[in-house]
């Protein structure tokens, strides 16, 4: 019987961790549950952006844009179909990153506020590097695992975006925290925005590889997700 009971509790133990270590969800944003519809503003963090957490210089927002990107600010909107100036990048939803504009009090302190978007997953193990589509902006995007920074290079420029790729094969088969963060700016506030995070199991390939389209396997295969 404590053979049994044994096995049993060591299955157990492998479901619950198996729950636990979760790939990364909603890496295009089209999980939101905001109308397209809804008027400008203000809505709900967990209704715009589920699976994700959204932070002004380190603190938590219950709340985000919709549609409504504002200069001067320290923002996360979430952007649809029919915003007024910026829009989703493709599909119904992309998210907007912008940071405030650093400014020098006469004190000497000086004031700049970043933002961030982050997720909690599993690198699964055949992850090989990250991909994403951005509106690219003039501040400073940062995309990080477990706080640690990942280079990116662009990979393709599109009509309505440019298409990014970092190597995230030193961090697979582990869960870590995904961030993207667009830090202050003292010379100009033009945010980033962001959609179709994937990861995949090509290495990234070099930008003048793209270009002479030796990897068109690849961008068919963009759509091959494995985050789950």
């Known amino acids: 019987m404590k053979i049994v009971n044994t096995i049993l509790f060591i299955a157990f133990l492998a479901l619950v961790q198996n729950g636990e270590a979760q790939g990364f969800v909603n890496l295009d944003f089209e999980a939101a549950t905001v109308s397209q519809t809804q008027a400008p503003g203000n809505v709900s963090a967990s209704d715009a952006l589920p699976d994700w957490n959204a932070y002004y210089g380190g603190n938590q927002q219950t709340q985000i844009g919709f549609n409504a990107v504002n200069s001067g600010i320290a923002q996360v909107a979430l952007l649809g179909t029919n915003g007024v100036g910026e829009t ?82 030193a961090y697979a088969n582990q869960s870590l925290e995904l961030a993207f963060t667009v830090l202050s700016s003292s010379s100009g506030q033009t945010g980033w925005n962001l959609d179709s995070i994937e990861f995949s199991s090509q290495p990234v390939p070099e930008p003048s590889e793209f270009a002479l389209g030796a990897l068109g396997a690849l961008l068919l295969g963009f759509r091959r997700k494995i985050e789950s």
């Open 88 to 169: 989703s990048i493709e599909g119904s939803f992309s998210v907007f990153l912008q940071g405030t504009y650093i400014e020098t009090l006469p004190s000497g302190r000086i004031l700049g506020e970043e933002v961030s978007i982050t997720q909690s997953g599993l690198v699964l193990v055949t992850a090989q590097s990250i991909f994403f589509k951005a509106q690219p902006g003039t501040e400073t995007l940062l995309m990080s695992l477990a706080g640690q920074n990942i280079p990116f290079v662009a990979l393709a420029s599109e009509p309505n975006y440019t298409l990014y790729g970092g190597d995230v094969s």
